[in-house]
Each structure stands twice: as C-alpha cells, then as structure tokens.
C-alpha cells in the first residue's frame, strides 16, 4: 500500500484486477474506477475504514464537450455491479491460510455536485470497510497507466492489458488459461459469445487491436481445442515488452486524435486526393 503513481502507472492490488462479476461494466465505467481507485490509492488513506475521497468532476467525465448524463450513468452501474474477490485469510495458530470469496460492491457511496456544469462540481466517494484492508494484504500489483486505460474503448482491451500487467515481471511470458477463466477475466457476460468464431471476433480481436495498438505490451492470443471441430477448451496467451520503433508507434497513437484511430490501427486509413488539380504556376 505504500506504493505511489510512477511513470510504469498506478499499483492495482491483483484482487481487483482477477476480480469477477465485471461483466455488466463498460469501458467507460472501467477507465473511471481505476481513476478512482488510483485516487483514494495515492492519497496514502486506503487502509483507513473511515476515509473519504473528492475529486473534481471534470478529471472523470468522458469527454470536455459532453454533460454528465453517460458519467451518471457509470457511476449508478459502478454502484449496482456485485463483485466476487478471492483472497487468503490469515490461519488461526497454526492453522494454514484460508482460501475464502468475499461478495462486494465496488463503492459504498457517490456524493455528485447538483449543479453539474459548475467549474467547482466534485464527486466524493467512499469504499467499501471490508475492500480496503484485503487490498492491503494484497501481494500481488499490476501497474496500470491511466492513459492506456482511458485511451480504450473495448472492455474487453482493458481487462486483458491489465491480465497482462499483473504478471508483466514473472519468469514467464506464456500463460493457458481454462476458458471460463478467461471468460470471466475479461468481463465475458455468463452466455454471450460461446461460439468459437463469435468468440474471436467480438472480444479477442477488438481487445487485441487496441492492446497491441495503445498499450506497452504486445499480446498473441490462441484458442485451444482438443480437435478441431471441439468447443474451446482454453486460452493461450503470449505477451512481451515494445521496444524500439514497435514502441514509439504505440506512444504516436496514443497522442493523436480518437478521430479514425480505430481504422488507423486497423491498417485501413486512406490518403485522399485533391479533389481539383494544383494551381499552375509561372506567368500566363
């Protein structure tokens, strides 16, 4: 708890980011709780069951040119979403670590400025009392870059840049996950996308497109099937560092414009031509 924001990002205890129930968040909602939690992480208060948080309004609105209407609305799912946590438990004597699933909200409160377009407007929020010191126990951390979260706009690109930051500095770089593993840990809604191709074209592909285009890491992601007309048994997944070029084009993208990103990272930009031939020049 005693880490701080740095340039590799914000220290995300692994309880939040293995944490299931997400599925009913958007991206919106995801890029304002890791902004929320980033700000009650830094303020060095996270461990107090009393503590409270303000923040202006304007740092967690979705866009300067919009009101808060789609902000009310994340912040009423953010409120209404039950999520399940895993955690080891202390041993009493010398009874071993309990493995146990705690059943949680997100926030305990909202608190929204009435007057919406006032330069003032705040949110004040609090945590749940029984959240904050299991992420104190917490020993495993992601670092997440704010930037590269609100810079998303799949949930399913967030959730498997921060799978990949939680384990960016272990020995290994290839990790299979079981499929409902996976599915959960991406926010996967129970039912939805069970077919292999819809599967691989509503959420692989979009997460990988923006994962590979926006974020630090690169990521290979494979399906696996015990033949090839099995359902999908589980997900493999390679990751690695961007360095050199690979990198700098990811820290271009990030600086443009929201405007045509996605066919820019799609390879499918086109250069227009004039629409009237150049003016001749020299005297006539």
């Given amino acids: 708890m005693e880490q701080r924001t740095n340039n590799a990002g914000w220290p995300k205890a692994g309880e939040l980011i293995q944490m299931a129930g997400t599925h009913p968040l958007e991206a919106s909602d995801r890029a304002i709780l890791n902004i929320l939690y980033q700000h009650a992480h830094d303020s060095g208060r996270m461990t107090d069951p009393t503590a409270e948080w303000e923040i202006p309004l304007c740092e967690i609105r979705p866009s300067s040119h919009q009101g808060n209407e789609r902000l009310y609305e994340s912040l009423q799912r953010l409120r209404r979403v039950e999520v399940t946590l895993s955690y080891y438990a202390p041993g009493k004597g010398?009874?071993?670590?309990?493995?146990?699933l705690l059943l949680t909200g997100l926030f305990d409160f909202f608190d929204v400025s009435?007057?919406?377009?006032e330069k003032r407007a705040t949110l004040r929020f609090g945590l749940p009392k029984k959240l904050a010191p299991l992420l104190?126990?917490?020993?495993?951390?992601?670092?997440i870059k704010a930037e590269?979260?609100?810079?998303?706009?799949?949930?399913y690109a967030i959730a498997l840049y921060e799978t990949i930051q939680l384990r960016a500095h272990l020995d290994r770089c290839v990790e299979t996950f079981?499929?409902?593993?996976?599915r959960e840990q991406l926010g996967v809604p129970p039912g939805a996308y069970e077919n292999g191709t819809n599967f691989m074209t509503k959420v692989i592909t979009p997460?990988?497109?923006e994962v590979n285009g926006l974020s630090d890491v690169g990521v290979k992601v494979e399906l696996?099937?015990?033949?090839?007309?099995?359902?999908?048994s589980g997900v493999t997944v390679a990751w690695w560092k961007k360095q050199g070029d690979e990198f700098r084009a990811t820290l271009?993208?990030?600086?443009?414009?929201?405007?045509g990103r996605m066919a820019r990272l799609k390879g499918k930009t086109e250069i227009v031509a004039p629409l009237l031939p150049p003016l001749a020049t020299g005297a006539g």
Avoid: Y
């Fill in 178 to 182: 079981p499929i409902e593993r996976f």
């Fill in 114 to 117: 009435a007057r919406e377009l």
């Fill in 148 to 155: 590269v979260v609100c810079a998303m706009t799949s949930k």
């Fill in 207 to 209: 997460a990988l497109l």
């Fill in 252 to 259: 271009q993208e990030r600086g443009r414009s929201k405007l």
């Fill in 94 to 100: 010398n009874q071993e670590p309990e493995e146990r």
């Fill in 224 to 232: 696996c099937r015990r033949h090839a007309r099995a359902p999908i």
């Fill in 136 to 143: 104190a126990r917490s020993d495993r951390w992601g670092r």
